[in-house]
């Protein structure tokens, strides 16, 4: 994160101060870098059209208006609620990106005017499929729309027997196996298969500038991986394509853009967490996305010397725990999380020098690791703008309800 970002956010305490916005914490979501997040994600795809993910932002407002830059088309939702709310709220073409097993969504999905036609789902394996019409076997006849599905095929890298890269997801890990699930779709009248999917996150999710031995590994691992994911990819959308017309071939993510752009068996690109720049991301090599969204949390204590205390702060990102997963902290400079107490669900001591000069009330700076978790806790992000300078002065443009602040939780 270069030095522009903290002196913005810092900056930005005034604009706060002057909207009469002094709670914290606060969550404030830089509109010039996420636009600039915007051009930057458009220039590295290509002309590769971009699916915003939607669980990166929770933001509606923040979809919507990633939705409006040319380049992005689409949402990839995370469950069927979130997608069926999205489309009454007048948003459409969405793939929900991980398989449904909610029987009141899934009718819900046949009776909501434009839902069936809005919404495809995500299946691997044949018991989800008997799962979808069971639930909606009663309403089928009457709505006269079959279900829109697509597969999932997985992409993980395994060049051992024993040794995995990758997050387990679907069981479909070749051609034979996707023909044989598009096979049983097609075998369904009441199910229209119309995509696939392939999720490369040992590639697009893993940080890879370290000059350590670790460091060193993931970059040969990601370029040892990327011959076999395309070409596993390419013969599996070949061989489905003799089933079914398939409509989107969806893969990649904001850390692959580049490498997933160049496979012309791909059609559109999943992005979502570049357009918020989140901690993970410093530690990417080929790109650097603009940090957006950055948390505030007040001091409330001074215990000893060289030590300042957060109220709150213990926003940890999911996966498995290590300290990468811990926020990063912005402003001021100079201080660290204290290594016996960390992130705190109730209080985050701070050290370092800079902590010397900090008073109760004052506000201390953080990035999370993940882009759209810090949304699941609070209701609005504050958006601000401006170069910072006497020409253009920082100010705040709006307040924006999160999906939490609309009331929704879909996870």
Do not use: C
Not at 15 to 29: Q, T, Y
Not at 198 to 225: F, N, Q, W
Not at 385 to 410: C, H, K, L, M, W
Request: without cysteine.
């Amino acid at each position: 994160m270069g030095k522009g970002a903290s002196v913005r956010i810092v900056e930005s305490e005034g604009a706060l101060a002057r909207a009469g916005l002094s709670e914290r914490p606060v969550a404030v979501l830089d509109l010039d870098a996420f636009d600039a997040n915007l051009e930057d994600l458009a220039r590295r795809a290509a002309g590769t059209p971009i699916r915003v993910a939607s669980k990166s932002l929770r933001v509606r407002s923040l979809l919507e208006r990633a939705l409006s830059h040319p380049a992005f088309s689409g949402i990839l939702a995370y469950t069927l609620p979130e997608a069926l709310w999205l489309v009454g709220h007048g948003l459409g073409d969405i793939v929900v990106a991980y398989p449904t097993v909610e029987r009141g969504a899934l009718r819900q999905l046949l009776t909501a005017p434009k839902a069936a036609g809005a919404i495809t789902l995500m299946v691997d394996e044949t018991s989800q499929l008997d799962l979808i019409l069971d639930a909606t076997a009663d309403l089928r006849s009457r709505a006269g729309a079959r279900i829109r599905v697509a597969i999932e095929l997985d992409v993980s890298y395994s060049p051992l027997p024993g040794l995995r890269f990758g997050a387990y997801r679907s069981p479909v890990r070749g051609p034979q196996q996707a023909v044989s699930l598009a096979r049983e779709i097609a075998a369904r009248p009441a199910l229209e298969l119309v995509g696939l999917m392939a999720y490369e996150g040992h590639i697009a999710g893993v940080t890879d500038s370290s000059s350590t031995p670790y460091g060193v590994a993931v970059r040969a691992m990601k370029a040892l991986s990327r011959p076999d994911v395309a070409a596993r990819r390419t013969e599996a959308v070949a061989a489905v394509r003799e089933v079914a017309d398939l409509e989107f071939v969806n893969g990649g993510g904001t850390g692959s853009i580049e490498s997933t752009s160049a496979e012309p068996a791909v059609t559109e690109i999943a992005a979502g967490s570049g357009l918020i720049g989140p901690g993970l991301f410093d530690g990417y090599r080929g790109f650097r996305p603009q940090p957006a969204l950055h948390l505030g949390f007040p001091v409330v204590r001074r215990p000893a010397p060289g030590v300042a205390t957060l109220l709150g702060g213990g926003w940890i990102a999911s996966g498995a725990p290590a300290a990468d997963k811990l926020p990063t902290i912005t402003a001021p400079r100079g201080l660290s999380f204290a290594p016996q107490e960390a992130a705190g669900e109730v209080q985050t001591p701070v050290l370092g020098a800079a902590a010397d000069d900090l008073r109760v009330g004052d506000t201390v700076w953080l990035r999370h690791a993940k882009a759209g978790e810090p949304a699941e806790h609070v209701s609005s992000y504050v958006l601000i703008r401006g170069a910072g300078n006497e020409a253009d002065p920082i100010t705040v443009d709006s307040v924006v309800d999160t999906y939490r602040g609309e009331g929704r939780v879909f996870l």
